[in-house]
């Protein structure tokens, strides 16, 4: 992530050599974008698998890439674990598309 000083790092230099002021520029706009579409983006990552403890259960995991990499989990039991555990992953990526991740 670029920070506040990062980004006065480059302006200084755009200003110290305007050769590379329309490069730099082009680089800081392009950040912009990608940081108000990050925005919009699914921050999660959801995965199905089986328990590695318990072959009766299956986890669903989700890794948020967005922050500090924080993980949540829910565990499936009983009939159809496997089943419900992949049902729950789409459909929480997809309930994450259609709300840009929120």
Same mark, same amino acid.
């Given at each position: 992530m670029? +920070? *506040?000083?990062?980004r006065r790092t480059l302006e200084g230099? %755009? /200003?110290?050599?305007?050769? =590379? %002021? &329309? =490069? /730099? %520029?082009?680089v800081l706009a392009e950040l912009d974008e990608a940081v108000a579409d990050r925005g919009r983006a699914v921050t999660c990552r959801y995965e199905?698998?089986?328990?590695r403890l318990d072959p009766e259960t299956w *986890? /669903? &995991?989700a890794v948020?890439?967005?922050s500090e990499?924080?993980?949540y989990v829910t565990a499936f039991y009983g009939l159809d674990c &496997? *089943?419900? =555990?992949k049902e729950y992953a789409a459909w929480m990526i997809?309930?994450?598309?259609? +709300?840009?991740?929120?």
């Open positions: 670029l +920070t *506040r000083s990062d230099l %755009a /200003v110290q050599c305007p050769d =590379a %002021a &329309e =490069a /730099v %520029a082009a199905a698998f089986p328990d *986890r /669903v &995991e948020n890439h967005a990499g924080e993980c &496997e *089943r419900r =555990a997809r309930r994450g598309a259609k +709300t840009g991740g929120k």
